[in-house]
């Protein structure tokens, strides 16, 4: 994927979680049942826009990870998949689109 089609992604990703964020932390907030399958697409845009991105590797520990992950990206979806109950899950999952979000702007000026 070349870094035009990659920006033009992250942008749409971003604009769609811009329109589902509102809507989730309500639902969360008046514990609605639904919560559980509304949470699911914003968790699937995310990871799916981060497996996108170009692996790096981390040279201080030689470790590889995408360059849109935020910092401990794994264990924080993981906990946001088992969690979807939890209105911890949507705080988390919001946390890392900020990060993720930061990170491509970053990699915009550096480019």
Do not use: C
Not at 5 to 13: A, G, I, P, R, Y
Not at 44 to 60: G, K, M, T
Not at 75 to 92: G, L, P
Request: charged content about 25%; overall charge negative; glycine content about 0%.
């Amino acid at each position: 994927m070349t870094y035009e089609q990659l920006k033009e992604n992250v942008q749409q990703v971003l604009d769609i979680w811009e329109q589902q964020q509102p809507e989730l932390e309500k639902i969360y907030a008046v514990n609605d049942p639904r919560k559980v399958e509304l949470i699911q697409p914003a968790i699937i845009q995310l990871e799916s826009l981060i497996e996108q991105s170009e692996q790096v590797e981390n040279p201080h520990t030689g470790t590889r990870h995408h360059v849109l992950a935020p910092n401990n990206y794994e264990e924080r979806i993981e906990f946001i998949k088992h969690q979807k109950n939890s209105h911890y899950a949507v705080i988390q999952l919001t946390m890392l689109y900020d990060e993720m979000k930061k990170k491509a702007a970053r990699l915009r000026v550096q480019q």
